[in-house]
C-alpha cells in the first residue's frame, strides 16, 4: 500500500493563513502604540488630547480657551418704515391719490432734515378692496400702498418724534419699526477694539489654566474668530395704523434708543507643556 502524500494546495493554504495572523497581530501591536502615545479624553464638550511618551511621562496637553471682548455703545442709526393707503373705484384713481399723500409724506421728510439718500421705496401694490358684511362680500373700489423705509443718523434720531409726527401730518397711515443698528464707519472702529478685547481674554484665561496646572504655553495650534452678523438690531414695535391725522401739534411716538452690544469671539487653542 502507498504513502498518501499532502496535497500542495493544503500547504499553501497554511501558509495564508499564518501570514494573516502576524498581519493582524502587527496591527495590533501599531494600534496600542498609538494608543499608548496620544490619549483622548472628553468632558464638557471639550476635546483634550494628551501626548505622552512611550514610558507614558506626559510631555503636553491641548487646551482650548474662548476669550469675549464686548462693547456696548449707544445706536447711531435708526430706520423706520412710513406706509400711504388709499382707495379709488379704479386703480389709476387710487393710485393717483396714493402718489400725491407719499409725495407729501416725501416732502416732510426732505424738509426736516431727511437725506433724499435715506428714503427708499421698499414696498408698492395695488389691489382690489373688499368689503364684507352679513350678507357676504364683494369688491367696493381698490385700494393703493406706498411705503418708505427711513433711515436717520447721529443726532436725526433725537429728532425722530417730530420726523414721524410731521409724516404722519402729512398723510402717512402706517408706521412700521423701529430698527436700531450702527453705522458702518462705527462698526470698523469698535471692531478692532473688541477684538483686541477678545484675545486679551482669552491669553488671560489660558496663563491662568497654565499657571494652575504647573504648566507654560508652548505654542498656539489653532485660532476661530468670529464676529457679529452686524445686522439691524429689530425693537418689536405693532403696526401703527392712523385712520385719521393726529391733532397738530402732537410731539409724536416716543423713540427710546438703549444700547446695543456687539461681541466678538476668538477660540484659541493653546499647547501646554511643563514648566520644568
Not at 489660558?206 to 496646572?213: C, F, G, N, Q, V
Request: aromatic content about 6%; hydrophobic content about 40%.
Amino acid at each position: 500500500m502507498s504513502d498518501v502524500k499532502p496535497f500542495r494546495g493544503d500547504r499553501f493554504a497554511s501558509y495564508a493563513i499564518v501570514v494573516s495572523v502576524v498581519a493582524i497581530a502587527a496591527v495590533l501591536a501599531i494600534s496600542l502604540y498609538a494608543m499608548n502615545m496620544v490619549g483622548v479624553s472628553e468632558r464638557s464638550g471639550e476635546t483634550v488630547l494628551t501626548q505622552q511618551t512611550s514610558e507614558g511621562q506626559q510631555t503636553g496637553i491641548v487646551v482650548p480657551v474662548r476669550g469675549v471682548g464686548i462693547i456696548k455703545l449707544r445706536p447711531d442709526r435708526l430706520s423706520f418704515t412710513l406706509g400711504v393707503e388709499a382707495r379709488g373705484e379704479t386703480p389709476i384713481e387710487a393710485s393717483n391719490k396714493n402718489s400725491e399723500i407719499m409725495s407729501n409724506v416725501i416732502s416732510s421728510l426732505l424738509a426736516n432734515g431727511v437725506k433724499e439718500e435715506n428714503i427708499k421705496t421698499s414696498y408698492i401694490a395695488i389691489n382690489p378692496y373688499w368689503e364684507c358684511d352679513s350678507n357676504g362680500c364683494r369688491q367696493t373700489g381698490y385700494v393703493a400702498v406706498n411705503q418708505v423705509t427711513v433711515t436717520l443718523e447721529d443726532n436725526a434720531i433725537a429728532d425722530s418724534p417730530k420726523i414721524i409726527n410731521d409724516a404722519i401730518q402729512a398723510g402717512a397711515t402706517n408706521l412700521y419699526g423701529a430698527w436700531f443698528d450702527l453705522k458702518d464707519e462705527t462698526k470698523k472702529n469698535i471692531r478692532d477694539s473688541a477684538l483686541q478685547m477678545a484675545f486679551s481674554d482669552a491669553s488671560s484665561k489660558a496663563s491662568k489654566i497654565a499657571e494652575y496646572l504647573n504648566m507654560r504655553i508652548a505654542a498656539v495650534k489653532e485660532v476661530h474668530v468670529s464676529f457679529p452678523d452686524e445686522g439691524g438690531v429689530p425693537i418689536p414695535v405693532a403696526r401703527v395704523a392712523f385712520e385719521s391725522a393726529p391733532t397738530q401739534g402732537a410731539g409724536g411716538p416716543p423713540i427710546m434708543t438703549g444700547e446695543i452690544t456687539y461681541t466678538v469671539t476668538v477660540d484659541i487653542t493653546y499647547i501646554f507643556e511643563p514648566s520644568s
